[in-house]
């Protein structure tokens, strides 16, 4: 069994909930507190072991590349003054990883984006952040679909029981449980934007994938799916019907920051934790708790 230690972000949507701002700013370079989403991603992978990481962008996404490059201007000036500490942080963020980047030209689809990736993949297991999922854990949601493939030896996808009105605009899977297994499951079937009626379980995949090199040959043969794009749901439901795919309920806080509040809560959660912010923030939140 080979080592997962390659990651695809696809991060070429337009962002449209996040407007106007995602009209100028892509929204995974918007900042939780002092570092943009797509850091969260990336470390996350980094954590769980990851070495090398393909993240999938679009026209206007240049930023991106700039955040994980080195920039001489800043190291310099903060040399100058003998900032050290912002020094290390720069220079850890432009050396976090092998990471490339690769735009998909036209938006059709997150299946259609993963499929941009085959080359990068090669013979190799991956794993799959969706650009739109940040996750806050105690352990990686990377590492623990790690654990669970290299003890199975098959695909994993990384779900979490939701509202039935989530499960529209999501998916729906179908399982089964495996023995002596609390939260991890064989999924044998799974839908896309489930119409009423069409739901398998209140059990969505949520942001993280691991999936095997076979899964291009299907994404290939893929017709358009749900809102005409081109699903990675539909590539991953034919590996369920075919062979089985584990679904893990990970543990962890799972935060859509393609939408407004989604954004809003991780700001609140990461300032609460950030020793600049912190203390003042908690003290700000009881004040204004008394006014609601």
């Not at 962890?252 to 600049?276: M, Q, T, W």
Request: net charge negative.
């Amino acid at each position: 069994m080979k080592r997962v230690r390659k990651a695809i972000i696809p991060a070429a949507g337009l962002g449209t909930r996040m407007l106007p701002i995602s009209a100028a700013v892509c929204k995974e370079m918007l900042p939780i507190v002092d570092l943009p989403a797509m850091y969260y991603l990336v470390k996350e992978a980094v954590d769980s072991g990851i070495t090398d990481i393909l993240i999938i962008t679009g026209r206007g996404k240049g930023i991106m590349e700039d955040f994980f490059d080195h920039s001489p201007e800043y190291e310099a000036a903060l040399a100058a003054k003998g900032k050290c500490e912002e020094l290390k942080m720069l220079q850890e963020i432009a050396n976090i990883a092998n990471i490339s980047f690769l735009r998909q030209r036209e938006t059709k689809g997150l299946g259609h984006a993963v499929g941009r990736a085959k080359s990068f993949v090669g013979d190799e297991p991956f794993v799959v952040l969706y650009g739109d999922d940040i996750i806050f854990s105690k352990t990686p949601v990377c590492r623990q679909l790690i654990d669970a493939y290299e003890k199975y030896g098959k695909s994993v996808v990384g779900v979490k029981g939701v509202p039935i009105e989530w499960i529209r605009k999501y998916s729906s899977l179908k399982v089964d449980a495996i023995e002596g297994e609390d939260s991890l499951y064989t999924c044998t079937d799974m839908i896309e934007k489930p119409k009423p009626g069409e739901e398998f379980s209140n059990l969505s995949i949520l942001g993280r994938v691991l999936l095997t090199p076979e899964i291009f040959d299907i994404i290939d043969s893929l017709e358009p799916g749900a809102g005409g794009e081109y699903q990675l749901t539909d590539a991953m439901k034919k590996v369920a019907r075919e062979d089985g795919i584990l679904a893990l309920e990970f543990e962890g806080d799972r935060y859509d920051l393609g939408s407004k509040i989604g954004f809003l809560k991780a700001n609140i959660v990461k300032g609460l934790e950030h020793p600049e912010t912190k203390d003042e923030l908690r003290e700000y939140i009881k004040a204004l708790a008394e006014e609601l």
